[in-house]
């Protein structure tokens, strides 16, 4: 081989050694995989943080650095609404309708957190401070109960006094939140968003988020 022949091998190797090594950053596993399909539907102006974690709404929590371990024992995370109207009022929900699991959801929906009298410059600056009607409770998905969401709504409060029966206070589990917002009128959410997570011991490998083929035939499909 020539000296010519050589340095354009080498070139060429070095510039597929390139390309290869990009591929391996882009498809790491500490990467934050985007939600898909039908679960972005939910991605709707809500912004949720964990500080060691950063931006998680519509996302998967990856599995790398203990997060899907960590997540369940960190404190409540940023919840921000850049759209939120000074003076408003807001109330926050978090529940998980994959309780015990997407496919068998008997318990739907589990109370995560509830929080009213929110201020509207508070929301918007990710300070959640008002009444707490359900304490913050973290994720913690069973083991093989596949990969759980985990869903967040603001709704406009509008100076309603806002409680929970003390049939829904007893127990977080199977809470009838259509029932809860019916009561109280509150229509649509302002914004929303949703991220999911697994129970850390389960299989890393390619599961697919939304745990297998269990959703419901008569779903409408995404437009
Ligand atoms: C019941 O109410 C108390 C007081 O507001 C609250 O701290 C607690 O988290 C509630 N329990 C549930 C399961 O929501």
Redesign the pocket.
């Known amino acids: 081989m020539g000296w010519t022949m050589r340095l354009v091998t080498a070139a060429l190797l070095l510039g597929l050694m390139m390309v290869v090594t990009g591929d391996e950053d882009e498809n790491s596993p500490c990467a934050h995989e985007a939600l898909l399909d039908e679960d972005t539907l939910f991605c709707q102006g809500l912004e949720v943080f964990y500080p060691e974690l950063g931006s998680i709404g519509c996302k998967v929590v990856p599995d790398c650095n203990n997060y899907r371990q960590k997540i369940t024992s960190w404190m409540e995370p940023i919840v921000k609404f850049p759209g939120a109207v000074d003076g408003a009022t807001y109330i926050l929900v978090m529940v998980d309708p994959d309780a015990p699991s997407r496919a068998e959801p008997r318990q739907r929906f589990w109370?995560h957190w509830?929080v009213t009298d929110i201020e509207g410059a508070d929301l918007k600056k990710g300070k959640i401070q008002g009444q707490?009607?359900?304490?913050y409770q973290a994720p913690s998905p069973p083991a093989h109960s596949g990969f759980h969401r985990y869903q967040f709504f603001v709704f406009l409060q509008e100076g309603k006094v806002i409680s929970?029966l003390p049939k829904e206070?007893?127990?977080?589990g199977s809470w009838k939140m259509d029932r809860f917002l019916n009561r109280f009128h509150l229509g649509e959410p302002e914004a929303s968003t949703q991220f999911m997570t697994q129970n850390y011991q389960d299989s890393p490998t390619l599961q697919a988020p939304r745990g297998g083929a269990s959703e419901p035939k008569h779903k409408t499909r995404r437009r």
């Open positions: 109370r509830l707490e009607l359900s304490a929970l206070n007893k127990t977080r």
